[in-house]
């Protein structure tokens, strides 16, 4: 695959601009680094696209970059062949509706991208972060010895153990690891397991509370029992030294049969009404009277009976059920009004009126009241055991609350913990083919070292941890102990090895300006590695007029375009 031929209609410094290139070495030559530039941005945004956001090499300062002298939008257009078939990519470069369009020349039909707004994946092989690591290839921004041999290194181990220049697998896996430690569950599971031995202290508080509730209500009931007994007793007949009797106290007798009777009320919880029976529903004692009357009614005029009896049977019977219904719903007290249950001082009233009435006929009457302090406290102390499981009861709701929101907490770990795990693994596995796949990356290196260099390095040893060693006299030296030139030499010799390793769909190469500083030899070398290397197009870009020169007299054949 190749450009044949670059519309630059409004891109940068260009305007209308129209470049020829072709298959092999292509040098294009430009007045200004500023073309050169532009150039290099053109190529790399019609094949790609260019983001606005900020990653993998792009910025909003791009867009200001790209801007059009003439201020209008952005754009331009190539011709591509591949596979023996020609098209044509026309592109928006407008910063919020960017938009490639590509027709089939002989079809002239539109071909469907497999990416939006990108080439990748239809006409090149790689993704754009890969491309303008891997196949761009530009002279090393470092000036200093030390810093340009760190470069190296970093380069070496990041393309052998990430497939990128641009992400340091051992720093990632690192920085991963880190985050981990933040997510450390021990803590956590710990106040999970403690939470759950204090909940095992109270998993029978609710049995208990029951049982408890039990013995209240069966002390209630024993206290409206001995109530209604006490009664009795105060109902008797006392003989005084007069030989008078005490008359019954009515209100003292109500008082006492309400105390005992609101006992056949009470529920294990002392709040509950008891459950009422059908038979005592009013509906069904008068619908009961109603099919009575019927009944009889309807016996009465079956059987030969005169008229005036009939009646009298009929009015007789109403009468009767009437007044048998009223007379069982006052004996099943529903004329009586609610009643409820007596709370403690509804007894300590009862007793001290027994005991105001007593004091105030002066008689010499004696009524033990011994059972009611008992009774009181018997139920205090049940009261306070039932207090105190309420309490425990509490308790557990709540560290059932807190156990909930730990546990949510602790799968919210986990899962953090795991995706961090899991993703630890994926770099490992990844780097791990990589490795197997590139460990044979950088092969090439040798001979195109031994080229630039005229034969002193005779060997290059690249380490995956980005330990590079060169032979000279037998002797392998760190590269640390290198020239800059030398450096540079060996930069150079290992983007082309890459390039040569990456280039699987043969995507045009860019070389821009790497010839500063290198001699004529080695500027002829640089172009016959690259030109040995698998691809169908090699575009060099350069603002030395002089290279044009250097490249016919090498009597190599390229293409020559000036701007």
């Excluded at 761009?136 to 041999?149: K, T």
């Excluded at 029992?225 to 209100?251: C, H, M, P, Q």
């Excluded at 919880?269 to 459950?275: G, K, Q, R, W």
């Excluded at 899991?422 to 780097?431: G, P, R």
Aim: glycine fraction near 6%; aromatic fraction near 8%.
């Amino acid at each position: 695959m190749f450009l044949n031929k670059l519309l630059l209609k409004e891109f940068g410094k260009f305007n209308n601009k129209e470049i020829d290139l072709e298959p092999g070495i292509n040098l294009v030559c430009t007045d200004s680094e500023s073309k050169k530039s532009s150039l290099r941005e053109f190529v790399i945004g019609m094949l790609y696209g260019i983001n606005r956001f900020k990653g993998l090499g792009d910025s909003e300062k791009n867009y200001e970059r790209i801007k059009s002298i003439s201020g209008k939008n952005s754009s331009g257009k190539i011709y591509i062949k591949s596979d023996g078939k020609s098209y044509f990519v026309e592109r928006s470069f407008q910063k919020n509706s960017s938009k490639a369009s590509v027709l089939d020349v002989q079809s002239g039909r539109e071909y469907k991208l497999k990416n939006k707004d990108s080439l990748y994946g239809t006409f090149v092989d790689m993704d754009k972060n890969t491309y303008t690591n891997g196949l761009c290839i530009q002279r090393s921004g470092q000036d200093e010895p030390r810093a340009l041999a760190k470069e190296i290194r970093e380069y070496v181990a990041n393309m052998t153990l990430a497939g990128t220049p641009d992400i340091d697998k051992t720093m990632a896996v690192e920085l991963l690891r880190d985050e981990k430690r933040k997510y450390d569950t021990r803590a956590l599971e710990r106040e999970v397991e403690g939470i759950g031995e204090q909940l095992e202290g109270f998993k029978d508080v609710d049995e208990k509370l029951s049982d408890i509730r039990t013995q209240i209500h069966a002390v209630e009931e024993e206290f409206a029992i001995e109530t209604e007994k006490r009664k009795r007793e105060a109902r008797s007949l006392v003989k005084t030294e007069d030989g008078e009797k005490f008359e019954d106290n009515e209100e003292i007798n109500e008082n006492l049969d309400k105390l005992a009777k609101s006992s056949s009320y009470l529920d294990k919880d002392s709040n509950e009404e008891a459950e009422e029976k059908i038979t005592d529903k009013i509906w069904f004692i008068l619908l009961t009277g109603v099919f009575v009357v019927a009944v009889i009614t309807a016996m009465v005029y079956i059987l030969p009976f005169e008229k005036g009896v009939r009646q009298l049977f009929v009015v007789c019977t109403i009468l009767f059920v009437i007044i048998t219904i009223v007379e069982g719903m006052y004996a099943k007290g529903m004329f009586e009004g609610d009643v409820t249950t007596p709370s403690e001082e509804d007894f300590k009233r009862v007793i001290q009126e027994l005991e105001k009435k007593q004091i105030s006929e002066e008689k010499d009457v004696t009524i033990d009241m011994s059972f009611a302090e008992e009774f009181i406290e018997k139920k205090t102390k049940l009261k306070e055991v039932e207090n105190e499981l309420l309490e425990n009861k509490r308790r557990k709701m709540g560290l059932e609350t807190e156990l909930e929101e730990a546990s949510v907490k602790l799968k919210a770990m986990e899962r953090e913990v795991h995706a961090i795990t899991l993703a630890i693994n994926t770099i490992n596995e990844i780097s791990k083919e990589l490795q197997g796949g590139m460990k044979d990356l950088l092969l090439g290196v040798d001979e195109i070292v031994k080229s630039l260099t005229d034969g002193r390095f005779e060997d290059v040893r690249l380490e995956m941890s980005g330990h590079v060693t060169v032979r000279v006299g037998g002797n392998y030296i760190n590269i640390d102990r290198l020239s800059y030139d030398d450096l540079r030499l060996i930069y150079l010799a290992v983007r082309l090895s890459v390039a040569n390793a990456l280039c699987r769909n043969r995507e045009p190469i860019i070389l821009d300006d790497i010839f500063t500083g290198c001699t004529e030899q080695q500027i002829v070398s640089i172009i016959k590695c690259a030109a040995a290397i698998d691809t169908d197009q090699v575009i060099a870009l350069t603002t030395n007029a002089a290279i044009a020169e250097i490249i016919s007299v090498a009597d190599i054949e390229y293409n020559y375009q000036t701007l």
